[in-house]
């Protein structure tokens, strides 16, 4: 069996650059909570568009995403409701990334 490496999350630098979007999918017989994330344009001095793609890249690395035409992951473990405000575990030991959502989101992500 092999496990797969981990890369190591990008800086909580370059992860407060990140926005998230939310929605909710429902489907025949399911729901579901999805999340987007992207990164805002280059606008400090040591960003490019080369740099944010690498550290997106690291960011889905570190969450184990896989591509974007791919059908997308469960990420719902990642996901932790902290006095009703949901945070994403992106990987990194010490901080999290606040998930700016509706309470509609927040009651199916909660659901599972």
Do not use: C
């Amino acid at each position: 069996m092999t496990i797969p490496i981990t890369k190591a999350p990008p800086s909580a630098g370059f992860v407060a650059g990140i926005r998230l979007a939310t929605g909710v999918h429902q489907a025949n017989a399911s729901t579901v909570a999805n999340l987007l994330a992207f990164h805002s344009p280059p606008r400090l001095v040591h960003e490019t568009d080369e740099s944010i793609r690498e550290g997106m890249r690291s960011f889905a690395a570190s969450m184990h995403l896989g591509p974007h035409d791919d059908e997308p992951p469960y990420i719902g473990h990642r996901i932790q409701i902290r006095r009703g405000m949901p945070w994403l575990d992106y990987g990194d030991d010490e901080y999290r990334l606040r998930v700016p959502a509706e309470r509609s989101w927040l009651d199916v992500a909660a659901n599972g």
